[in-house]
């Protein structure tokens, strides 16, 4: 059974007398449409008694819909300052639930906000920690990468298990999340998600539904994290090679992959594809996650042989001198400096 609360100011209302008008910079697209706020709450599941961490609350519309699902801990962190008086009139009524931490989400160790208690072993079922947000546009990309990262590593909020996240994409980037191999939207993002969570996109909320009303549509997507990633490799390995799988979406996808590769040793890519078992004439969205994990096996056996391929940057000049010398090194004397 939900919370009930106290007659409060709609959220429009609060909007209009805190004079809270949306700043483009802050990627700032309110939703204030409460059916919209509870169906997103709810496509996050079932988190009655749970300790929830919301991102980018805003005017908190969608922290209300939070707040009546009888949570037991609501944390949010939001950067602009302006909304503070409105989320202050919400933890008047929470009963003490709901938490209030003005900070900059890029920045924020979620470790902080959940107890022990609430700790999960990672392959028991997920703990009951979600994270929920209509993520500003503009971190929502290297946002969830950062917090891949973390899930890989099982640090900051992943610490206590596989908590699951329920979060707002532009619709073309929720899409490629999700995508399926051998389909159009195909991308790294795509890999780099579904290597570590299974990925669903769960509704679209058409742009008109904001205000102001973006350009574009936003997909709602949920991720759960694995119990075990298809790729069990460092995450900056699988993100290295992905992204230069991914990097001529029209070529052949050996043509990427030449570029982790200094131009005088061409055999290590011809080696990477043979032992992996991958045609190299392939588009890179033909690739199943599996098959980018083999590659990214085999890299990972050439940079122990062979360690200064691991710093090699095709576009770094330094780099690329820096992997000349101690190739150099390396034959003269048989060692690596
Ligand atoms: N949740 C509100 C809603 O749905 O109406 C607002 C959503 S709005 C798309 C994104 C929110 O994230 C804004 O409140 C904005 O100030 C906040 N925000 C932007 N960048 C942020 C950051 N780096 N850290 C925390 N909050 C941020």
Known sequence: MGSRFPPLPTVSDLVRLYKLRAKKQLSQNFLLDMNLCHKLVK???????????EVGPGPGGITRAILQKDVQKLSVIELDKRFLPSLEVLQQSSAGKLDIHMGNIMKYDMESLFPESSSRVWNDKPPNIHIIGNLPFNVSTPLIIQWLEQISNRTGAWKFGRAKLTLTFQHEVARRIVA???????????????????????????????????????????????????????????????????????????????DLFPVDKPELVDEMFQIADIDPSLPCFKLGVEEVGRLCHVYQHICQRYPFIWDYNYRDQKSVYLTKLRQVDFMDQGTIT
Not at 43 to 53: E, R
Not at 184 to 204: A, G, H, P, T, W
Not at 225 to 234: C, D, E, G, H
Request: charged share 20%; net charge positive.
């Open 43 to 53: 496509a996050a599941g079932d988190i009655g008694g749970a300790h929830v961490c």
């Open 180 to 258: 399926d191999i051998n389909t159009e939207d195909r991308c790294r993002l795509s890999i780099m998600c579904q290597y570590l969570c299974d990925v669903n996109l769960k509704f679209v909320i058409p742009g008109s539904a904001f205000v102001p009303p973006p350009k574009v549509d936003v997909g709602v997507v949920r991720f759960v994290p694995k119990k075990y990633p298809i790729i069990n490799l460092p995450f900056k390995l699988v993100e290295k090679v992905t992204q230069h799988l991914f990097h001529y979406r029209q070529k052949k996808c050996i043509r990427g992959a030449q």
